[in-house]
């Protein structure tokens, strides 16, 4: 999923998200240590998956954090 489409995502649905971005990572993991994985890029595009989503949370809250600044002075 591309940043620009986990923007429109609400906070509680990019928290589920990463939960399961999480979960997925986990499992590719414990494949790997089991020689069992067929896709090892996989890993890869997940943890860049897991920073997307942390990224826009981050951004998301920062935006909430100026508009409450913003009204505060108003």
Known sequence: ????EMRNLSNAELQKRLKDL????FNLRFQLAINQLENPMRIKAV???IARVQTILTENARK????AETASKA
């Open 22 to 25: 999480k979960a997925e990572l």
């Open 47 to 49: 943890k860049k998956d």
């Open 64 to 67: 909430e954090k100026n508009n």
């Open 1 to 4: 999923m591309k940043a620009s």
